[in-house]
């Protein structure tokens, strides 16, 4: 049998940054909005929000071991969706 490799934590949990660019509850938008981001490149997914108004769809850019990388996107996202962004801690587990 092969010795089984156990990684550090702290070598697989690094620090990472990814952009919230919002939260909304019309599939539609949120489906060209992902379209649009993809197609210039950017890596981008979901993360449903349980909300007392329903349930939202948060779109969220990244995750980016740089935070500063991060912030320099910001700019361009905003003339691309017309939404200003937020750069947030990523937490990998949640």
């Known amino acids: 049998s092969k010795p ?5 934590e702290k070598a697989v949990a690094k620090e ?3 952009i ?6 019309d599939k539609t938008n949120v489906a060209q909005l992902l379209k649009k981001l993809k197609a210039k490149g950017y890596i981008a997914f979901t993360k449903p929000i ?18 500063t990388a991060m ?3 910001l700019p361009a996202l905003k003339s ?13 587990n949640k």
């Not at 349980?50 to 935070?67: A, N, R, S, Y």
């Open 50 to 67: 349980k909300t007392k108004q329903g349930t939202l769809t948060k779109v969220i850019i990244g995750p980016e071991l740089i935070k």
């Open 16 to 18: 990472a940054w990814v």
């Open 71 to 73: 912030v320099k996107k």
């Open 4 to 8: 089984k490799t156990i990684l550090p």
């Open 20 to 25: 919230h660019l919002g939260s909304f509850k």
């Open 80 to 92: 691309l969706t017309g939404i200003q962004g937020k750069v947030a801690y990523f937490e990998a």
